[in-house]
């Protein structure tokens, strides 16, 4: 079983303040996505990392890709309040394996920012 | 654009009682999924298929069957409902594998 251990699982933070998230396995992913979800709606794809240290950055939002594909961190710039949500990551089965086309998530990180 | 479109979106069940959860997406994608969502629990996948006709077990699939009969629609059953089953379905799709997972808005289930 591939699991996806996220950390922290709660963060409350003032408006301006930098955050760091952080997705943990011990599987190697083919690739892993970044979904935010607000209440009462489903999850939406926020970025998708395939390449071992690949750095994307989604305006305030930097995502890495750990360079063993066993890991992942998001980081937010100056939170807003606006950024408040369930942040999931995703970790997609390699192709070929047993797995296939499975894709598992953490168990969420609830954000809050104060204005 | 629909989408992914879930029905019911709330439903309440005595337990022992039977239903289905019906998914549809209109985006002629290939591989499907059925999660259940509880608090502190993340998305807990119960069942997925990566083509009509094919259906997979995920971490939690005890106490529930899905079928594929056609691409556009994932059905998710429950012989006999417990309270462990009351939680947030959603089902979602992809294209191919590793591309973006669009999601349906959920069925909330309750069962008494």
């Known amino acids: 079983t591939q699991l996806l251990e996220q950390s922290p699982q709660f963060l409350s933070i003032q408006e301006g303040e930098n955050l760091t998230v952080y997705c943990n396995s011990s599987?190697?992913?083919?690739?892993l996505q970044w979904y935010r979800q607000e209440p009462g709606e489903g999850p939406v794809l926020l970025v998708t990392?395939?390449?071992?240290?690949e750095v994307k950055k989604l305006k305030r939002l930097t995502f890495q890709f750990g360079d063993a594909r066993k890991d992942s961190s998001l980081h937010i710039t100056a939170a807003q309040p606006g950024d408040t949500g369930l942040y999931l990551c995703?970790?997609?089965?390699?192709?070929?394996?047993?797995?296939?086309?499975?894709?598992?998530f953490g168990q969420g990180t609830i954000l809050t920012v104060h204005p | 654009n629909a989408g992914v479109t879930q029905t019911p979106k709330f439903r309440v069940l005595k337990t022992g009682q039977s239903m289905t959860l019906l998914c549809a997406q209109d985006?002629?994608?290939?591989?499907m999924y059925w999660y259940r969502q509880d608090p502190g629990m993340g998305l807990r996948l119960i069942h997925y298929?990566?083509?009509?006709?094919?259906?997979a077990k995920g971490e939690v699939p005890d106490g529930y069957n899905v079928s594929r009969l056609k691409k556009q629609n994932f059905l998710l059953g429950l012989e006999s409902a417990a309270p462990s089953q009351t939680s947030v379905y959603f089902c979602?799709?992809?294209?191919?594998?590793?591309?973006?997972?669009?999601f349906g808005q959920g069925t909330r289930l309750t069962v008494v």
């Open positions: 599987s190697v992913f083919s690739s």
């Open positions: 990392v395939v390449t071992g240290g």
């Open positions: 985006m002629n994608h290939e591989y």
């Open positions: 995703a970790g997609g089965a390699n192709a070929g394996g047993t797995s296939y086309g499975k894709l598992t």
């Open positions: 979602a799709s992809s294209y191919v594998w590793g591309t973006e997972a669009f």
């Open positions: 298929s990566v083509g009509e006709g094919t259906t």
